[in-house]
């Protein structure tokens, strides 16, 4: 199993950018893909955005696709999200995680390790 820490998480303005990182330790970060999500209070957990293990392949929601880009690098054991204009909607905490098959789902129940989050806030 990976062990996973968010950051980057903070209180931005409408438009405004963030870079979230997630660092893995434990076993082989490239034998992983990575998911990021994300959960706003009373709502449901969501699915932002997926990477393949070497990074060729990624996934997007519809409600960050053009906004938000992941992206990853396994030299450092880390994987990253941008997110650009940014809007009072996305306001939630983010968490990263693993998927150890390497698929690139947004599934979450597919990804077996967790992060414990990191909290993004957008004023309006």
């Known amino acids: 199993q990976v062990q996973l820490v968010e950051s980057g998480g903070g209180l931005v303005q409408a438009g405004g950018s963030l870079r979230l990182s997630c660092a893995a330790s434990g076993r082989v970060f490239s034998t992983y893909s990575m998911g990021w999500f994300r959960q706003a209070p009373g709502k449901e957990r969501e699915f932002v955005s997926a990477i393949s293990q070497l990074g060729g392949t990624t996934r997007y929601a519809d409600s960050v696709k053009g906004r938000f880009t992941i992206s990853r690098d396994n030299a450092k054991n880390t994987v990253y999200l941008q997110m650009n204009s940014l809007k009072p909607e996305d306001t939630a905490v983010y968490y990263c995680?693993?998927?150890?098959?390497?698929?690139?789902?947004?599934?979450?129940?597919?990804?077996?390790?967790w992060g414990q989050g990191t909290q993004v806030t957008v004023s309006s």
């Open positions: 995680a693993a998927a150890s098959r390497g698929l690139v789902t947004s599934s979450a129940p597919d990804f077996g390790s």
